[in-house]
Nanobody, 118 residues
Framework: VQLQASGGGLVQAGGSLRLSCTASGLVFSDYALGWFRRAPGKEREFVAAISWSGGSTYYADSVKGRFTISRDNAKNTVYLQMNSLKLGDTAVYYC????????????WGQGTQVTVSS
């Protein structure tokens, strides 16, 4: 199983980025997908998640209203649209996959760096 995250980069505060994460080696629609991030010197934190069908989404309070998670099961890809970026959003972003009947995220991507500058 591989999760390949991409789309990170350097952006000014107030700008936007879209992260993508493409999965292989699993039945994509059997998994809920999540995005997490780890900022320098901080613990990894939950950002957003989406159910296997895309019908339910969940967000951390810190990103609610600014970030949107979506998925395309035909492309085995989950997205994170990030708008109105803040300096505090600077982190390495990771995608992860949780089996529909599982209790934890079993598979993790390698991470993509997002840096927000003033």
């Amino acid at each position: 199983v591989q999760l390949q995250a991409s789309g990170g980069g350097l952006v000014q505060a107030g700008g936007s980025l879209r992260l993508s994460c493409t999965a292989s080696g699993l039945v994509f629609s059997d998994y809920a997908l999540g995005w997490f991030r780890r900022a320098p010197g901080k613990e990894r934190e939950f950002v957003a998640a989406i159910s296997w069908s895309g019908g339910s989404t969940y967000y951390a309070d810190s990103v609610k209203g600014r970030f949107t998670i979506s998925r395309d099961n035909a492309k085995n890809t989950v997205y994170l649209q990030m708008n109105s970026l803040k300096l505090g959003d600077t982190a390495v972003y990771y995608c992860a996959a949780q089996p529909v009947r599982g209790a934890s995220y079993d598979y993790w991507g390698q991470g993509t760096q997002v840096t927000v500058s003033s």
